[in-house]
């Protein structure tokens, strides 16, 4: 799986970015069909209740990407929150397949010749 990890309006710790990393590749373990990852960390000064730490992940899976946003006052608690959404959002995946009785590849190519 390619990782592609980007801050916006601030430079990211090298902790911060191990941390994400780390847990991006825990994901294998729910799916092991993920081909890219995409990790957004934003600060947004605009925010006045002091939610201004956002973290949006992307993963691209055999035609599809799977999408979670969190904003927290912590780039790590907003990591897991999104991680979280992730595990759900690929099990969920997983078990769609499993009952059409294909593998992803077979699915992928199925939606297109449709």
Known sequence: MNISITSRHFKADPALRTYAEQK????????????HCD???LNEHS???GTDKMV??????HNKIL???????????A????IDKLEAQLVKFKQKI?????????????????
């Open 39 to 41: 990790v957004v960390f």
């Open 98 to 114: 499993k009952h059409e009785g294909r593998t992803p590849q077979e699915a992928a190519l199925a939606k297109t010749a449709q």
């Open 56 to 61: 949006e992940i992307k993963l691209f899976v």
């Open 24 to 35: 991006v590749t825990k994901l294998n373990r729910f799916f092991d069909g993920v081909v």
């Open 79 to 82: 990591v897991d929150k999104a």
């Open 47 to 49: 925010k006045p209740n």
């Open 67 to 77: 999408k979670a946003a969190e904003t927290t006052d912590d780039y790590f608690k």
